[in-house]
């Protein structure tokens, strides 16, 4: 089984301030991590994901996320925001094996102040 | 483009009524997927599907059931609306030998009365 903790609900920030976005997870078997972004009244659009090899992975929209095996952490961090980046941010594992579905954390609300 | 459409954006039923949410995507993917999204609990998984005719209970199935004819359509059945199942449901889709990464449609948000 599979579960993923978001840490903080909501996040206020400032335009153009860095941000960082926590995620932990644990599972007994070998997962691929992602992150998905969800812009007010639309559905889920993947944002990045890890699966193995590099451990700092890319995304869209200038984000990007660190996979840290030790500290079962996929932290999102971003060094510049935008207004456009509020929105509502989700943390999700799957197995590398079997289901195949989607464990998802509680979600961050991200709220980009002028 | 994968795209995912649901039938609806908006649905009001009344306690009781039986409720249908369709689901299409039009890439052809093996998965598909319904799950209920609810603030301060992120997305929970009601069931899947890994083929046509074929479905798997998720973590929280108890009042709904599904439907998979053909291989694009998925369907959520809620035998018998109650207010605890006014939320917003999320379809999704994937490949067989996907990573993981599933595609969204934009969801129905669904007011039980």
């Known amino acids: 089984a599979q579960s993923v903790t978001q840490l903080d609900s909501q996040v206020p920030v400032f335009e153009e301030a860095p941000v960082e976005l926590r995620c932990n997870y644990s599972?007994?078997?070998?997962?691929?991590l992602f992150w998905y972004v969800q812009y007010p009244n639309q559905g889920l659009q993947l944002l990045l994901k890890?699966?193995?090899?590099?451990?700092l992975v890319k995304g869209i929209n200038g984000f990007e996320a660190e996979f840290n095996k030790s500290q079962t952490s996929f932290h999102l961090r971003k060094p510049s925001v935008h207004i456009s980046d509020t929105a509502e941010y989700f943390c999700?594992?799957?197995?590398?094996?079997?289901?195949?579905?989607?464990?998802f954390g509680s979600g961050t609300r991200l709220q980009v102040q002028p | 483009d994968v795209k995912v459409t649901q039938s609806s954006r908006y649905l009001v039923k009344r306690t009781g009524e039986k409720v249908f949410l369709e689901c299409v995507q039009d890439?052809?993917?093996?998965?598909m997927f319904w799950y209920r999204q609810d603030p301060g609990l992120g997305l929970r998984l009601i069931y899947f599907?890994?083929?046509?005719?074929?479905?798997e209970k998720g973590d929280i199935p108890e009042g709904y059931s599904v439907s998979r004819e053909k291989k694009e359509r998925f369907s959520l059945i809620l035998e018998s609306a109650s207010t605890n199942q006014t939320s917003m449901y999320l379809c999704a889709s994937s490949l067989r030998r996907s990573t993981g990464e599933q595609y969204f449609g934009p969801g129905t948000r669904l007011t039980v009365t």
């Open positions: 890439m052809d993917h093996e998965n």
């Open positions: 890890y699966l193995s090899g590099s451990t």
């Open positions: 599907s890994y083929d046509v005719k074929m479905k």
């Open positions: 599972s007994s078997v070998s997962v691929y």
């Open positions: 999700a594992v799957s197995g590398r094996t079997g289901r195949r579905a989607l464990t």
